[in-house]
């Protein structure tokens, strides 16, 4: 059963800090994974896809890189702002299924 | 070209009532999934729709129901409302029937049990 954690769950930096958030998961049989946003109430905006045959995706000041050996997935946020401030969350598909499993998200607050 | 779209925004109902939620997929979009998404908590899957047929079903009871139509908007339903069944619910559309392309989530429906 695939299981995800993000670490970590919180983070407050001030403006202009570079950011990794952490994802893991236990299963490395995996279709992909997708790392989203979310802002509070709302739904999720798709940020970066990595099919399980790259090693990272970049879009923009986001970065996110993909160890499937290991079952690890890491987004860097270059050059944080306070739009950024939202819950991020990571969810890889496992082979076989029709399904993304979610972890709990970080989150995270950019001050001014 | 218009994201995925998802009706009502915002609901409250009373516990053992029924409930309808809709949502149109992306243009071309063939794929349609639910989740289920209570605060504090990641999404959780409850169905996957391909084709109008149920490819995928999440650990939920069967008071949840879902079905996808020739024009590939979905409905979920769910009967006798519970207090815990108060989440935000989210609708998700991809193009393929497996989950190696992007996919794209709407806005969600608030569901408030009372």
């Known amino acids: 059963k695939q299981e995800v954690t993000q670490i970590p769950a919180a983070l407050s930096v001030p403006e202009g800090e570079n950011l990794v958030l952490n994802c893991s998961f236990t299963?490395?049989?995996?279709?992909?994974l997708q790392w989203f946003r979310q802002d509070p109430g709302k739904g999720l905006t798709s940020l970066l896809l990595?099919?399980?045959?790259?090693r990272e995706q970049t879009s923009g000041r986001l970065n996110a890189s993909l160890d499937k050996s290991s079952g690890r997935s890491t987004l860097y946020i270059a050059a944080s702002q306070p739009g950024d401030s939202a819950t991020y969350l990571c969810?890889?598909?496992?082979?076989?299924?029709?399904?993304?499993?979610f972890g709990t998200g970080t989150r995270l607050k950019v001050l001014a | 070209d218009a994201g995925v779209t998802q009706s009502p925004t915002h609901l409250i109902k009373t516990r053992g009532q029924h409930v309808t939620l809709r949502c149109s997929p992306i243009?071309?979009?063939?794929?349609v999934s639910w989740y289920q998404q209570v605060l504090g908590q990641g999404p959780q899957f409850i169905f996957q729709?391909?084709?109008?047929?149920?490819?995928g079903r999440g650990n939920f009871p069967d008071r949840f129901s879902a079905r996808q139509f020739p024009n590939y908007s979905s409905e979920l339903n769910v009967n006798a409302l519970l207090l815990g069944d108060s989440a935000l619910y989210l609708c998700?559309?991809?193009?393929?029937?497996?989950?190696?392309?992007?996919?794209?989530f709407g806005q969600g429906t608030r569901l408030t049990v009372v």
């Open positions: 998700a559309s991809s193009w393929g029937q497996n989950m190696n392309t992007e996919a794209f």
């Open positions: 299963d490395s049989a995996i279709y992909n």
């Open positions: 990595i099919q399980s045959s790259q």
């Open positions: 969810a890889p598909t496992t082979s076989g299924t029709y399904k993304y499993i």
């Open positions: 243009s071309g979009h063939k794929s």
């Open positions: 729709y391909y084709e109008k047929e149920e490819r």
